[in-house]
């Protein structure tokens, strides 16, 4: 009885080995198919092979996702040839000219483009960025500010022009290192751009067209800190410096080339220069209490001998570097 017992224990496990290597297999032969299949959608993607054949399958699925979103929303534009050698060039030659980066959003906020030389300016690069939602790279504060960026709350608007200042992450030290994402800080960012509506040619379970798609192109140009400017500055550029409440407390003198003759002179800015700044300035400044950089709009300074000259500005708040509270604010002023 004993021997039998024995030899049934010994043929259900050879049965259970039999089936767990079955199993095994199937499990092999499963992985084996999805691989393959994530190997084949990551060269559909619009990449070199040496960058789609180092992605995962999380980033090929959500960059496959991302590009079918554009191709959506694109569907019912015209076909753009492909770009030769000189043309390439020239795209090249594009970006360096802007200083910055070329966005597009859905109205979700998801990152639907980011041109390459991102990563000049945030570290980060375009396929680390791409098919992400905007949200997980921003400041909290910000995103009520790009979700009304966003949304149409007039109504339909064919082409609504953009232009505001989020604060991104950024992982480049000031000496030039990149470090983890999550010791990255924050980098402000003026984007100025369009809100696009295109055609949605899909129809609903209802048989009634779907409204159009929101897009938004941009251009991103990070704001530069005063310590990275290079010195000596331009004639037609000057640095000044302000309390918190925006009172001049230093200024440079090449400033008297165009609005300056004499000592008496700065005192007349000084005094009298607030007189003249348009509503949209005091905008610009709020906006540097609230997120520590801003570029300003076109506006004019009361020159001393009558008239006025055109200037656009950099402002950057400075912090103490023991207490870290504001200490003052840098301006780099641009001339037009």
Known sequence: MRKFAQQRSSYFDRNSEKRKEKSRDAA????????????DLAHQLPL???????????SIMRLAISYLKTR?????????????????QMSDQYLKAMEGFVLSLSDEGDILYLSENVCKYLGLTQLELTGHSIFDFT???????????????????????CSFFMRMKCTLTSKGRNVNLKSAT???????????????SQVNSLGCKEPPLLCLVAIGEP?????????????KTFLSRHSMDMKFTYCDESVKIYMLSDKEGVNLVI?????????????????VYQKGQV???????????????????????IYNNRTEKPQCIVCVNYVI
């Open 48 to 58: 070199a092979h040496s960058k789609s054949a180092q992605l995962d399958k999380a």
């Open 271 to 287: 005094n009298y220069t607030c007189n003249h700044i348009l509503t949209d300035l005091f905008t610009s400044f709020f906006t």
């Open 295 to 317: 570029t300003t709009g076109q506006y004019r300074l009361l020159a001393r001998r009558s008239g006025y000259a055109w200037v656009e500005t950099q402002a950057t708040i």
């Open 223 to 235: 704001i530069p800190h005063p310590s990275n400017i290079e010195f000596p500055l331009d004639c």
């Open 72 to 88: 959506m929303i694109f569907a019912d534009t015209e076909v753009v040839k492909v770009e030769s050698s000189t043309d390439q």
């Open 139 to 161: 400041h909290p504060c910000d995103h009520e500010e790009i979700r009304d960026v966003l949304c149409t709350k007039n109504g339909y608007t064919k082409n609504k022009a």
């Open 28 to 39: 092999r032969v499963r992985r084996s198919k999805e691989t393959e299949i994530f190997y």
């Open 186 to 200: 924050y980098k402000v960012i003026h984007c100025q751009g369009y809100l696009r509506s295109y055609n949605n």
